[in-house]
């Protein structure tokens, strides 16, 4: 269904494994988990987190923490945007697609 919404297009995922955890800093200074259609348009410090081996039946794992300095993409788009130019910790939405505001609604009168 996203084909309606003009969402045709593979995105791209440079610099960064789509696998790894990934990780961006809020105004709070708090790290907290994203997805990496979030990580790669987030305007603030990313960081990406791997193991540093694999072990099978092992519960924990030792990792490696890694901050990445890659480009910064426009939400759900593959055109890059100056980091400098928008505010941080927030996700940048395109001036020409801006987020659409969403009204709740309630499930209880139907």
Known sequence: MSEKRGN?????????ETHHVLEVQLANRGWYRVTEKDFRSFNGPRRTSK?????HRKV??????????GPH????????????????YQIIYSPLNPKKETKRTSVASI
């Open 8 to 16: 045709t297009g593979k995105l791209k995922y440079t610099g960064f």
């Open 73 to 88: 993409y426009y939400y759900g788009l593959n055109k890059t945007y100056n980091a400098e130019d928008y505010e941080k």
């Open 51 to 55: 193991p540093v081996k694999t072990e």
């Open 60 to 69: 924990t794992q030792e990792l490696i923490t890694e901050v990445y300095n």
